[in-house]
């Protein structure tokens, strides 16, 4: 992966051509645009601040559509940056030192493919393999690493697009995929994914921003409590595969229909699917049918009060506990990202569902539009 750094001149030249607003020199969660514009693989990245009408800042760079970092109140009124990532292009851009999904708009396929496998008209067509023997997230090259296309239209409002080749990753199909993110004045995060293909293909795409709820990465979110409306989810082997069965929750530690410390049952090795998981990292099948007015998981930090709810028309979230964070990367001011210092929560088809057609499908066709809505919804409690 080449990466190119501009001079000064360059950051002001890039930045009239990526964005109609003016950059400001430090963003108020502390980042330095000037250390986003560079050139990788031959297109050029950049910073983008979003802001509303409440003054909460929503930072993202182009370079996999990263959402970077989110300034939201807390029950004081106090801004706090509640999501993990890195202060520079070249650390999100380095797959061999500090690979990350942080804050990605993943695709093609979020989550696993089992064995890399799709079967499309009867064709058998193999896809990289990047964990257990799975693809994961698109591949090692998956959009996270690549570079969207971006306008930002309005202060509130950034637009990105991908125009993914024939072959990519050898997906079938040239799609164009475009992610809107606004952020509105609700001080939600509104994400709206949209793609089109010219063959028939599997799309499935997400959000893998990493959530600490206080504010302060240096501690766990084992005291955050979690609520997730679904009765069932789907189990895994210890390759982290769907085994294509949905259990139901009840009298499992998947059970999050009441609120629950995340903490509470992580290291709860007993119930194999915890052990499987080194924690949390399992789909749970939504009661929200797809209607997106309606709360699909919520989580909040008893400390600072700040509540992030989740609303999607998908079918499925993936809650992530961050299990596999390991202090191996030093993210945004200097701190060592360790074990369990952010969650994910990641609304999607079911993983493998292109090799489960009885789950809801992820094909797309040529002449359809594949669309997905996800609001990450930002207040606080008492």
Known sequence: MKIIFKTLLGVAAAALVHSCATAPSQTLSGLSPE??????????????TLVNANGMEVCVTN???????VMAPDRNGEMKDVVLGFDNIANYAD??????????????????INKGQIVIDGETIQLPQNNFGHCLHGGPDGWQYQVYDAVQPDNSTIVLT??????????PGAVTAVVTMKVTDDNAIDISYEAVTDKKTVINMTNHTYFNLSGDPTRRVDDHLMQIDADNFTPVDF?????????????????FRQP?????????????????????????????????????ARAWCPETGICLEVLTDEPGVQFYSGNFLDGSCTGKNGVTYQQSTGFCLETQKYPDTPNKPE???????????????????FSTVE
């Not at 797959?95 to 696993?112: L, M, Q």
């Not at 991908?162 to 997906?171: L, R």
């Open 63 to 69: 370079f996999g559509g990263r959402i970077v970092s």
């Open 95 to 112: 797959k061999v030192n500090t690979p990350s999904d942080f804050g990605a708009s993943v695709g093609r396929y979020a989550n696993r």
């Open 260 to 296: 629950a410390a995340i903490g509470q049952d992580i290291k709860n090795f007993e119930f194999q699917q915890v052990k499987f998981g080194n924690g949390f990292d399992h789909n749970w099948c939504l009661n929200t049918a797809g209607d997106d007015t309606k709360v699909a």
């Open 35 to 48: 250390k986003f514009v560079s050139e990788v693989n031959g297109k050029p990245t950049a910073l983008y």
């Open 359 to 377: 789950w809801p499908s992820a094909f797309l066709e040529p002449g359809q539009k594949y669309t997905s809505h996800c609001v990450y919804r």
């Open 162 to 171: 991908m125009e993914s080749p024939d072959g990519d990753a050898n997906f």
């Open 239 to 255: 390759t982290f595969m769907t085994t294509g069965e949905i259990l139901p929750v009840e009298g499992t530690p998947m059970d």
